[in-house]
């Protein structure tokens, strides 16, 4: 389907479970915005569900996009915010770089050159962890990297877990 500017687009996946419960994932493309809305909910699994926090990881290869893949590798970059306060891996490492953040985050964002795909969470609750991995022997793959957060179960059971992804120019 073609979502024009003014335009919006839901899609909502659901796994029916047994006794009525289920989980939904849905998904909100609007015609003329690089965000694309995102909420996880559920029905009847209180109770079934635990009230520890749920785990979100998000790994990606970034693929080659210029000509040049050593200048792309040193501009790929992991990023985040928390509290307000930017902060990123190691830009020029080509080697693998992980750092533990203490606390909940903001945003997290996989920066290539010119393009940027971000999760934007409203509400996370623990420690977040991101990483990023070069292969200088790979011609296709500029960096691997991840990201990881708590989530907390209690939207999950409750109203939804709602978060926003950005895909778009820097």
């Given at each position: 389907a073609?979502?024009?500017?003014?335009?919006?687009?839901?899609?909502?996946?659901?796994?029916?479970?047994?006794?009525?419960?289920?989980?939904?994932?849905?998904?909100?493309?609007?015609?003329?915005?690089?965000?694309?809305?995102?909420?996880?909910?559920?029905?009847?699994?209180v109770?079934?569900?635990?009230?520890?926090?749920?785990?979100?990881?998000?790994?990606?290869?970034?693929?080659?996009?210029?000509?040049?893949?050593?200048?792309?590798?040193?501009r790929?970059?992991?990023?985040?915010?928390?509290?307000?306060?930017?902060?990123?891996?190691?830009?020029?490492?080509?080697?693998?770089?992980?750092?533990k953040?203490?606390?909940?985050?903001?945003?997290?964002?996989?920066?290539?050159?010119?393009?940027?795909?971000?999760?934007i969470?409203?509400?996370?609750?623990?420690?977040?962890?991101?990483?990023?991995?070069g292969?200088?022997?790979?011609m296709?793959?500029?960096?691997?990297?991840?990201?990881?957060?708590?989530?907390?179960?209690?939207?999950?059971?409750?109203?939804?877990?709602?978060?926003?992804?950005?895909?778009?120019?820097?």
């Open positions: 073609t979502v024009g500017e003014g335009d919006s687009l839901m899609i909502t996946f659901t796994a029916a479970l047994s006794g009525g419960r289920e989980i939904r994932q849905v998904y909100k493309i609007a015609g003329d915005s690089y965000v694309v809305g995102y909420q996880l909910s559920s029905t009847g699994l109770g079934l569900v635990d009230n520890t926090n749920l785990d979100y990881t998000w790994n990606a290869d970034l693929y080659q996009l210029e000509k040049d893949i050593t200048e792309e590798r040193l790929t970059n992991v990023m985040y915010s928390q509290n307000n306060s930017d902060s990123e891996l190691s830009q020029r490492s080509t080697s693998y770089e992980e750092e953040i203490e606390g909940p985050i903001d945003w997290i964002s996989f920066h290539q050159k010119f393009f940027t795909s971000s999760v969470p409203e509400k996370t609750t623990g420690d977040a962890k991101i990483s990023m991995e292969n200088e022997g790979d296709e793959v500029v960096r691997a990297v991840s990201a990881a957060f708590e989530l907390p179960s209690s939207d999950f059971l409750g109203e939804g877990i709602n978060m926003r992804y950005y895909f778009g120019p820097n």
